[in-house]
């Protein structure tokens, strides 16, 4: 985990307020469902803001993002060659080692993109991956899942694409050996309960406002059976039955 000055590859707008940015890649690990802190800005707004790892290669470490605020406006504002900071990478990640067999992925929203490299490496690992995937307004990145799953299901509250509804109606827990989830906390909870009324292990990746990202300002507090935790340091990634939503 460190800080570094890196430079835009690309910052698209994909589609609405969806954007995708590509930035050289910083030195160190990087762990499928981490996540970096971000600053494109100088006096306006003193925080970094947290966005998930969507994709990285050898070179090159993608995020895709939605504009919420200032600090995502500012964001979506950046062309090639100019500079951001980064601190990362951050948190856990998911725990792609200790599961086994086949794995559902569920992703509502913004919370698809952390899903992309998880997916990759469970594959990887020789794992049958389901990719579970909610969207409310607007679709994106469903086409890059199909290289790294084995089915791909789509639902949308509008029915614009796929099954018109809660992407929770068409998860089946009981199909599978293991599930992680990322999306909102309504959503999340859904499948929590979904998933112990099988006792099928499920992994929630939590969003949080956060200060640091690195565990000292207890921003990010998160009540878990075994106390408060730090998403950002003990997290982003808790196991279902220790949150207390
Ligand atoms: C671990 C982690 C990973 C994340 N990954 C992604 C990602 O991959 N893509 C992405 O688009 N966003 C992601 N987020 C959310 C993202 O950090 C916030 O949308 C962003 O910080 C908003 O900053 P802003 O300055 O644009 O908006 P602000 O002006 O700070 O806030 C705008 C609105 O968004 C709300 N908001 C801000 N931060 C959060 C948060 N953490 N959780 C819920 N609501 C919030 C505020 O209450 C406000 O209503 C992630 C958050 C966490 C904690
Ligand atoms: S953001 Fe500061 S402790 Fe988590």
Redesign the pocket.
């Known amino acids: 985990m460190q800080y570094s000055k890196q430079t835009i590859i690309t910052n698209q707008r994909l589609i609405g307020d969806i954007f995708l940015l590509q930035v050289t890649r910083p030195e160190g690990e990087i762990r499928p469902g981490q996540?970096f802190m971000l600053k494109s800005w100088n006096e306006e707004?003193t925080l970094m803001?947290?966005?998930?790892v969507y994709r990285y290669d050898e070179d090159s470490l993608s995020?895709?993002?939605?504009v919420?605020?200032?600090?995502?406006?500012w964001l979506s504002q950046l062309k090639r060659n100019d500079k951001i900071m980064l601190l990362g990478a951050l948190?856990n990640g998911f725990p792609c080692e200790e599961v086994h067999g086949n794995i559902a992925l569920v992703g509502g929203g913004?919370g698809i993109?952390?899903l992309y490299e998880t997916a990759k490496k469970l594959t990887a690992l020789g794992n049958h991956v389901d990719m579970y995937l909610g969207y409310k307004d607007v679709l994106f990145a469903f086409e890059e899942f199909e290289n790294v799953c084995e089915n791909i299901f789509i639902s949308s509250e509008a029915g614009f694409e796929g099954y018109k509804g809660f992407i929770t109606d068409l998860l089946k827990p009981e199909k599978y050996d293991a599930v992680f989830t990322c999306g909102p906390l309504v959503m999340m909870r859904k499948i929590v309960d979904m998933c112990q009324q099988h006792n099928t292990p499920i992994w929630c990746s939590m969003?949080?406002?956060?200060g640091c990202g690195i565990g000292a300002c207890l921003t990010c507090s998160c009540k878990t059976t075994n106390g408060m935790k730090r998403?950002c340091k003990d997290g982003?990634v808790f196991k279902g039955e220790e949150l207390v939503f």
């Open positions: 996540f707004l803001r947290p966005i998930s995020f895709m993002y939605r919420a605020g200032k600090g995502t406006q948190g913004i993109p952390p969003e949080k406002h956060m998403t982003p």
